[in-house]
């Protein structure tokens, strides 16, 4: 499986942004993809994350704001930004799990930058 990340840039804060995470390979047995980010100096965290089955859960600091959701025909799943805050800088990953005969496996895509000015 391989993760392509895109749409991040500079936005003032208030502002909205919306990534893409298009994927392609052997997708079929992805159950999660989920949104992660890391801020200069801080641990990647989970932003936001969907199932294969639609459920979604966010983090508690962008309930509210954004909005994960997914386009089956184009193999693409996208985190729609709004009120975008300076803290919500940083460097944005996609992520996506499979379950198969090597159980739970991590995909990773390259990450895209947001950056937030107050």
């Known amino acids: 499986v391989q993760l392509q990340a895109s749409g991040g840039g500079l936005v003032q804060a208030g502002g909205s942004l919306r990534l893409s995470c298009a994927a392609s390979?052997?997708?079929?047995?992805?159950?999660?993809w989920a949104w992660y980010r890391q801020a200069p100096g801080k641990q990647r965290e989970l932003v936001a994350r969907?199932?294969?089955?639609?459920?979604?859960n966010y983090a508690d600091s962008v309930k509210g704001r954004f909005t994960i959701s997914r386009d089956n025909a184009k193999n693409t799943v996208y985190l729609q930004m709004n009120s975008l805050k300076p803290e919500d800088t940083g460097v944005y990953y996609c992520?996506?799990?499979?379950?198969?005969?090597?159980?739970?496996?991590?995909?990773w895509g390259k990450g895209t930058l947001v950056t937030v000015s107050s």
């Open positions: 390979g052997t997708i079929s047995n992805i159950v999660v």
């Open positions: 992520n996506a799990v499979s379950v198969g005969g090597r159980g739970l496996v991590d995909y």
């Open positions: 969907i199932t294969s089955g639609g459920s979604t």
